[in-house]
């Protein structure tokens, strides 16, 4: 079963001469239905998500990835305004440790998670995702560091 989503996510494509990123911005008012659909997908409920948004023509389509042993976190490949992407469980928890901790306190511990793919088909180099939230916690200073890393 596929779910499809429309969510409130904005969509840039760089590309670089070593290679593509893929930036995608997940709106406030679409990070609940985003995680909910992550879980579902993490949990098989559904075998794949398709998310579309008014604001990016890009369109996301998302399954888990069988059989890593261990090795492949994320494959994916983009043709034309459809990114293919298929995650293993480890990376679908990730995600979702990121999300569900963002929906708790209003805000990411950081803005963006980077996420870098193997390639889903030869035709072209794998991008890199690049999973960007729009609140996140002040960069720690200097002297915080320090104190957090005890030097």
């Known amino acids: 079963m596929n779910k499809a989503l429309r969510l409130n996510i904005e969509a840039r494509t760089d590309d670089f001469p070593s290679q593509r990123v ?13 995680t909910l659909g992550l879980c579902l997908l993490r949990e098989q409920l559904v075998e794949s998500l398709t998310i579309m948004s008014p604001l990016a023509a890009l369109k996301l389509e998302l399954q888990r990835l069988e059989q890593t042993n261990g090795r492949l976190r994320a494959v994916a490949g983009q043709t034309g305004d459809v990114l293919r992407m298929q995650v293993s469980d ?3 928890d990730y995600w979702l440790r990121f999300f ?6 209003g805000y990411g511990a950081v803005d963006h998670l980077d996420v870098e793919t193997s390639e889903l088909d030869k035709s072209a180099p794998p991008p890199t995702v690049v999973l960007k939230v729009q609140k996140s916690a002040a960069p ?4 915080g560091a320090i104190r957090r890393l005890g030097v």
């Open 22 to 34: 893929v930036r995608l911005v997940i709106h406030d008012e679409s990070v609940g239905e985003w």
């Open 90 to 92: 480890t990376e679908l």
């Open 100 to 105: 569900l901790t963002y929906l708790r306190d």
């Open 140 to 143: 720690l200073s200097r002297d």
